[in-house]
C-alpha cells in the first residue's frame, strides 16, 4: 500500500525538497504552507512531475495554532487513511541582531513557531502515528553553535527541538515509533532573506569544511533515511548535515 508523509513548511526550502524527493519514492505527500499559497502548488505540480505514482495534497495550516494543527492532520488522514511519517520542518528565523538588540515580540515569534508550533506538530504526530512509523524533527546546527550576534534566540529554539527529539524517542520507542532530528547547517534557500541577509548562504558557505553551502535536497536524503526502513534501529538520533560546519 502507498505510504503517506506529511511535512509542515512543505512549500519552499527544505520542506519543498522533501516532498518532491518523497514522491519520486513513490509516496502520498500531505504538506502545509502559511501563506503562500502559490509555491505551495508549484511544489504540488513538482511532487506531480517527480515520476509520481502516490498523491499530493497542500493544505494551509500555521504550527503556531492549535485547530490549525489539528485539522491539518485530519485533512491527511481523511484523504490518505494513515500517516506513515511526519516531518516537523516549519520554522523562522528573524533579523540577525544581537540578543541585546531583541525586542520580545521577535523572540515570542521565534519561539512560537519553532517551539510551540514543533510541540504541536510532534504532539498531534503521538496521537495519530501507529507502530512501524517515524517522525524527523528538523533542528539546526546553530543548536550547537549558539548563533552570537545573529540569531540566539533562534538557536535556543532549536536546541528545545533536540531535547524533544531525545525526550519523544524515548516516549514513543515502545510504541514501535522512532524520532529523529536533523541539524542542518547553511543551505540555500529563502529563509536567509527572511532573516534579512539574502546572500548568508554565498557568503558563510565556504567556511565549512565541504567549502560550500548546501543543497536543500542533500538535506532531503537524509530526513529521507531517517524515515526509511533502512534506519529501522535509529531513534532519539540528531544528525549533522552541514558539510562539517
Ligand atoms: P524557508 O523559509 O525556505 O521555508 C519555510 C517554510 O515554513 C515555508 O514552507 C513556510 O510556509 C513555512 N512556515 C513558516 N512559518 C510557518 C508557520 N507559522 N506555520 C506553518 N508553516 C510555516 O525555510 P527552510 O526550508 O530554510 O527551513 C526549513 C527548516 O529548516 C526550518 O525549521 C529551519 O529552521 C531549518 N533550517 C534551515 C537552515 C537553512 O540554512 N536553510 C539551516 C538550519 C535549519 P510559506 O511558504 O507559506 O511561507
Not at 511544489?43 to 494551509?60: D, H, L, P, Y
Not at 488522514?77 to 511526519?86: H, K, L, Q, T, Y
Not at 540569531?151 to 527541538?161: R, T, V
Not at 529523529?180 to 529563509?191: L, S
Request: neutral net charge; aromatic residues 6%; proline residues 3%.
Amino acid at each position: 500500500m502507498t505510504k503517506t508523509v506529511l511535512i509542515t513548511g512543505g512549500s519552499r526550502g527544505i520542506g519543498r525538497a522533501t516532498a518532491v524527493l518523497f514522491a519520486a519514492k513513490g509516496w502520498n505527500v500531505a504538506l502545509s504552507f502559511v501563506g503562500n499559497q502559490e509555491s505551495a502548488d508549484e511544489t504540488c505540480a513538482m511532487c506531480e512531475r517527480a515520476g509520481f505514482t502516490g498523491n499530493v495534497i497542500a493544505r494551509k495550516c500555521d504550527v503556531r495554532d492549535e485547530d490549525s494543527v489539528i485539522a491539518l492532520f485530519e485533512a491527511a488522514r481523511d484523504r490518505f487513511g494513515a500517516i506513515d511519517a511526519v516531518v516537523n520542518n516549519a520554522g523562522i528565523v528573524a533579523r540577525q541582531s544581537t540578543l541585546a538588540d531583541m525586542d520580545i515580540d521577535r523572540m515570542k515569534s521565534v519561539f512560537d513557531t519553532n517551539v510551540l508550533g514543533a510541540y504541536l506538530v510532534a504532539r498531534e504526530a503521538a496521537r495519530t502515528l501507529r507502530s512501524g512509523t517515524a517522525i524527523v524533527n528538523v533542528s539546526s546546527i546553530a543548536a550547537k553553535l549558539g548563533s552570537p550576534g545573529e540569531y540566539i534566540d533562534y538557536a535556543g529554539s532549536k536546541a528545545a527541538i533536540d531535547t524533544l527529539t531525545i525526550g519523544l524517542a524515548k516516549e514513543l520507542g515502545p510504541k514501535g515509533i522512532r524520532v529523529n532530528a536533523v541539524r542542518p547547517g547553511i543551505i540555500e534557500t529563502d529563509i536567509h532573506a527572511s532573516g534579512g541577509r539574502p546572500e548568508r548562504a554565498h557568503e558563510l558557505g565556504p567556511n565549512c569544511p565541504l567549502g560550500r553551502a548546501g543543497d536543500p535536497q542533500e538535506v532531503a536524503q537524509s530526513i529521507f533515511w531517517l524515515i526509511s526502513g533502512d534506519a529501522s534501529y535509529v531513534t532519539g538520533s540528531i544528525i549533522d548535515v552541514s558539510g562539517g560546519r
